[in-house]
């Protein structure tokens, strides 16, 4: 006898994440329902992964290689079989009681995806915090140095056709594969905003968020400049400007922020080459200063987030 279809399939990339993996399934598990699956690739981890996993006879978990986070994800995707789907990556969670919002919520039919708050825990000394989620014009993501959208990827849930007509997640991206799949999404989907917390992201310094902020953007304009030139070429000109001038405050103050030396000496370049002029800035000197006082690097803050 086959097994029942689940409504909630839930998939998770993991490599060397033995430190969180159990907070993650066990939040998949507190959701209290019995009509899902968890479906876990992990990367051949060297730490305690497999043994955590081997604890929870419900995972779909596999260990073999794969060619990075994307390629994971869409081998675990090709495996899903639920009527909604989840991303939760493996330092994340669910908040409690978020598969009932959910569930309710995708009771009208005109709704495609449900994307919701999530609430940071940092590990810098600074109290959490909710993290409120935007979306508004598709239009928006084209202005990615504006930040004016911000879909917090754990608290994005989407039916599983969506797929179908998507495609996969595109493997070329080591970061913003998410984005880019929203993007496609916002194509043919009504996306539905839930004000309430749906996830937990961990701020933890070794996320792949924190240790490559400036690849994001890097990968961001290599993806969306190129599509906003084209939709908007009369404009052009002075959006590279506002680019350049956003971004150069963006990196000063990611300096500022930064616990680590040499991640404030990195940033305080990349200011410089988005924006001469912010060598003028009292900003990008405050945070020279300051890391020129830091002597003992450590671990970069999780308050570098994009």
């Not at 097994?3 to 399934?25: D, K, L, R």
């Not at 794969?66 to 079989?81: C, P, T, V, W």
């Not at 999404?185 to 792949?208: C, D, G, N, W």
Request: net charge neutral; glycine share 4%; aromatic share 12%.
């Amino acid at each position: 006898m086959s097994a029942p279809t689940p409504y909630f399939s839930v998939v998770t990339p993991s490599y060397n994440q033995g430190n969180w993996i159990e907070g993650c399934i066990e939040s998949v598990l507190s959701q209290g329902v019995d009509d899902f699956e968890h479906i876990v690739f992990d990367n051949c981890s060297t730490d305690e992964t497999a043994a955590i996993a081997a604890r929870h006879s419900h995972l779909q978990f596999h260990s073999e290689r794969d060619r990075g986070q994307s390629h994971a994800l869409n081998k675990a995707l090709e495996l899903a079989r639920g009527e909604i789907v989840c991303w939760l990556n493996a330092d994340d969670q669910y908040a409690p009681g978020a598969f009932d919002v959910v569930r309710r919520e995708f009771t009208r039919p005109e709704v495609d995806v449900i994307f919701g708050d999530a609430r940071e825990v940092f590990f810098d000394g600074r109290p959490s915090e909710v993290r409120r989620a935007r979306f508004g014009d598709r239009d928006d993501f084209l202005y990615w140095w504006e930040k004016r959208t911000d879909l917090l990827q754990p608290a994005v849930f989407f039916r599983r056709k969506l797929l179908a007509r998507t495609g996969p997640l595109e493997e070329d991206f080591y970061i913003m594969m998410d984005t880019e799949l929203w993007w496609r999404m916002t194509a043919i989907a009504h996306f539905h905003y839930i004000p309430e917390v749906l996830a937990i992201q961990q701020r933890q310094p070794e996320s792949k968020t924190v240790m490559n902020v400036a690849l994001l953007f890097e990968e961001k304009q290599r993806f969306f400049d190129p599509l906003l030139k084209e939709r908007f070429p009369a404009s052009w000109p002075k959006n590279v400007l506002a680019r350049h001038y956003t971004m150069g405050m963006r990196f000063a103050r990611l300096a500022e922020a930064a616990g680590d030396r040499r991640m404030a000496q990195t940033m305080l370049r990349l200011s410089v080459r988005q924006n001469p002029a912010m060598l003028l800035s009292p900003t990008w000197w405050k945070a020279r200063v300051k890391a020129g006082k830091q002597r003992n690097p450590t671990p970069p803050l999780a308050a570098l987030q994009p």
